[in-house]
């Protein structure tokens, strides 16, 4: 009986994000013919750019990597009840880390990408344990406290890199990173012709499985999710609520790294100062559309990435300019940002249904 | 699980309408030139680099009913220009020009990758990440402007025009297109001074580099010290640290002060226009980007794209100067300074392109 209930909720969340993307496909069509060019040409353009080839898919798949694991930072946080708004910051610095060891460790291979790895993720969880802390300890809210962290990741790096991580001649970028001291693969850049694809992706992969196996089946994570139910309720259960949350925002903090790690050592394998990762707000709205689920999230993401590596595609196939195809995938997201609306309707539904069939539901 | 399939359904149904009702447009007419642009940090409507070479893109167009389009990226990493010269070349577009120096080591990996597409670079050449490998293909070319030539135009111009007087200059990053605007200027300045009785000023402390190209708020401070230091004017090479630089002006001019800003790249003189109608640019260094990019085209459709080779456009070629129109000016000036043009192309004019005595 527990169990059917159970898979009542997942296909629930699975329909409210199907008809989220929906309807949010429907507002970019809108918003397309607005602009006099035709919906369905966009939209096979867009999936096409994402998936024609493949190189297209690998490049699909890199840019998944890091909406992936910054999915999952955030989906992770919300299980406790804490909305980590930081994954930016946290990418930022967890890129810092291994661009520095990228930079001046010099390794065996597996070593190497051990250390790298290590590094990113002691430096995300460290720009994550620090809200944590600070929401345990003082109660200042995780929202603020880790916007701050945004910013203060921000002009570190503004300092940091022309300082210590300079290239040749510009100052306002690290220098490359060479492929063998990076995230990168050539036996895979080769399988995909010369996408960007990267170890970053098996990383997220794992992480994925990791965090559903951390959530589901352990202790931390039953206590985790017992206080972001209900904190005082898991307080008077005996769980230690300051506890959790300073280690849910470690996790949450370590996961953003690695996103930071895919991207600055895997994807683009140099990092600029100046630029806050939008990606750090894009995995917001992929951990909502993924129900907080690391598989939701999974798939989400793979969603996301298709459309942001579809898009310039689109705009050099079609009529539609680059500036409306962002406004375009804004409306996707926002439509899957107010997923709950959808909840309430198909919660809606399925209550009449049940009044209708009385007996379906006391079998329920 | 009914409503599962339903949905799933009208999902299928709705995924195979969008397949198959796109074809149509895939089938394009290849045998002409299609001309694609990536843009730079920034927008297309930047009124500098960006904006200067899609004006040049659009008039070819016209006049040879070209297809032509520009694709911005999402950053300005390589891995961001790369993805979007690949999305230009896999839509047919066979001809890719790239404004800007950041595409340098993103056209180093294009050019091999793919060997039908010509392409332009402006104010760069390909190289590998790490500047140790400089090599251009049969496909590609670079251009360089005697930015030195343009800023010492510009500043005889402002030199001739006020006679007595206190410049600063304001660069953005301190790269070398920045430093030669930064050096002309600075020869333009001195060569008023001695053959044209000029008593202008310069000093060390009103002559430095921001840093960034896109700082708007530090651009209006660094001009708001220099002005109250006692400067008339500004020449602000720096993209949008410039635009800090002409606000502040503006602010001040709007305040009755007598102050100028000279522009960088292409004809500013719009971007100072005030709500009188008056605008405080008194001139503009410029480098015709639109020129570079329309010939590039040109050479292109009569078979004579100079592919593998750096181009270097001075005055010689017309690739430099002030604006056409200098409302600002007078018009003694205006016919002073097009002597020294001509000069610089006779060669009795020799701007250098170093820093040997000047404030770096």
């Known amino acids: 009986m527990k169990k059917k209930s159970r898979r009542a909720t997942s296909s629930n969340a699975f329909l409210v994000a199907v008809s989220a993307v929906f309807l949010g496909l429907i507002g970019g069509a809108v918003l397309m013919a607005l602009i006099g060019s035709n919906p369905f040409t966009g939209f096979y353009y867009l999936f096409r750019g994402g998936l024609m080839n493949i190189e297209r898919v690998g490049n699909t798949l890199a840019t998944a990597t890091t909406l992936m694991l910054v999915g999952l930072s955030v989906a992770f946080a919300f299980k406790t009840g804490l909305f980590n708004i930081g994954a930016s910051g946290q990418m930022l610095i ?20 051990v250390v790298l790895i290590a590094s990113a993720l002691i430096g995300g969880a460290l720009w994550g344990v620090i809200p944590g802390f600070l929401k345990a300890r003082f ?53 995909f012709n010369g996408s960007y694809i990267n170890y970053g ?111 310039g595609f689109m705009n050099a196939m079609t009529s539609v300019p680059p500036e409306i195809a962002d406004s375009i995938i804004a409306v996707i997201i926002y439509f899957t940002a107010t997923s709950v609306l959808f909840q309430r309707f198909w919660d809606r539904i399925t209550r009449y249904r049940r009044s209708r069939h009385p007996e379906q539901s006391e079998e329920e | 699980m009914k409503k599962l399939i339903v949905a799933l359904c009208i999902l299928a149904v709705l995924t195979s309408a969008v397949f198959a009702g796109g074809t149509a447009e895939g089938a394009a007419k290849k045998s002409n030139l299609r001309v694609g642009m990536v843009t730079d940090a920034g927008t297309i409507d930047d009124k500098s680099f960006n904006q200067g070479t899609w004006e040049g893109i659009l008039r070819a167009s016209k006049d040879f009913a070209l297809d032509v389009k520009y694709l911005k990226p999402a950053g300005t990493t390589e891995a961001d220009y790369l993805k979007e010269i690949g999305n230009l070349v896999d839509a047919g577009y066979n ?54 030539e343009s800023g010492f135009l510009a500043g005889l111009a402002a030199a001739l025009q006020f006679k007595n007087g206190n410049f600063g200059f304001i660069g953005g990053m301190e790269i070398p297109a920045v430093q030669k ?27 430095l580099y921001q840093g960034t190209f896109d700082d708007i708020g530090a651009g209006q401070q660094i001009a708001a010290s220099m002005y109250d230091r006692g400067v008339d004017v500004i020449f602000a090479a720096a ?63 009569n078979g004579r794209f100079p592919g593998g080779t750096v181009l270097h456009l001075d005055a010689t070629n017309d690739g430099v100067g002030i604006p056409v129109e200098n409302p600002n ?29 000047l404030f770096k």
């Not at chain 1, 967890?94 to 990408?113: D, N, S």
């Not at chain 1, 259960?237 to 300073?246: D, E, H, L």
Request: proline share 3%.
């Open chain 1, 139 to 191: 109660n200042v809210h995780e929202v603020v406290a880790t916007i701050m962290m945004n910013w203060i990741a921000y002009w570190s790096i503004y300092y940091f890199v022309p300082a210590y991580l300079k290239g040749p001649s510009l100052e306002t970028e690290s220098a490359s990173i060479a492929v063998s001291q990076s995230l990168r693969a050539p036996w895979l850049t080769k399988l």
């Open chain 2, 329 to 357: 000016l007078d018009k003694s000036v205006t016919d002073e300074v097009a002597r020294a043009y001509a000069m610089l192309k006779s060669g009795a004019i020799k701007v250098a392109d170093t820093g040997d005595g």
């Open chain 2, 95 to 148: 001809m890719v020009i790239c404004p800007g120096f950041k595409f340098e080591t993103a056209l180093f990996e294009a050019q091999d990758k793919y060997p039908n597409v010509k392409f332009v670079i402006l104010d760069g050449e390909p190289h590998s990440a790490d500047y140790s490998v400089f090599r251009i293909e049969k496909n590609v070319v670079g251009v360089y402007w005697a930015e030195h």
């Open chain 2, 239 to 301: 993209g949008g640290v410039g635009v800090g630089v002409i606000n502040e002006a503006k602010n001040r001019a709007a305040a009755g002060k007598k102050v100028w800003v000279i522009g960088v790249d292409v004809d500013q003189y719009s971007e100072g226009v005030m709500p009188n109608g008056k605008s405080i640019i008194l001139t503009s260094a410029m480098k015709y980007l639109d020129r570079a990019s329309y010939d590039m085209i040109e050479n292109e459709l």
């Open chain 2, 181 to 207: 605007f930064n050096w002309g200027f600075q020869q333009g300045v001195k060569y008023a001074n001695a053959n044209h009785g000029a008593n202008v000023v310069m000093k060390q402390e009103n002559n």
């Open chain 1, 201 to 311: 992706f098996f990383i997220a992969i794992a992480a994925v499985i990791i965090i559903r196996f951390i959530l589901d089946k352990t202790t931390l994570g039953f206590g985790l999710k017992a206080v972001g139910s209900n904190r005082f309720c898991a307080e008077y259960a005996g769980i230690k609520v300051n506890r959790n949350v300073i280690i849910s925002m470690m996790i949450a903090g370590s996961l953003a790294g690695l996103a930071g790690l895919s991207f600055y050592t895997g994807y683009s394998r140099n990092m600029q100062i100046g630029v806050l990762p939008a990606q750090g707000f894009d995995g917001i709205a992929v951990a909502l559309l993924g129900a907080s689920n690391p598989l939701g999230v999974l798939f989400s993401s793979l969603f996301f990435g298709v459309l942001q590596s579809g898009k």
């Open chain 1, 94 to 113: 967890g890129g810092l880390c291994a661009t520095l060891v990228a930079h001046k460790v010099f390794l065996p291979r597996p070593l190497f990408l």
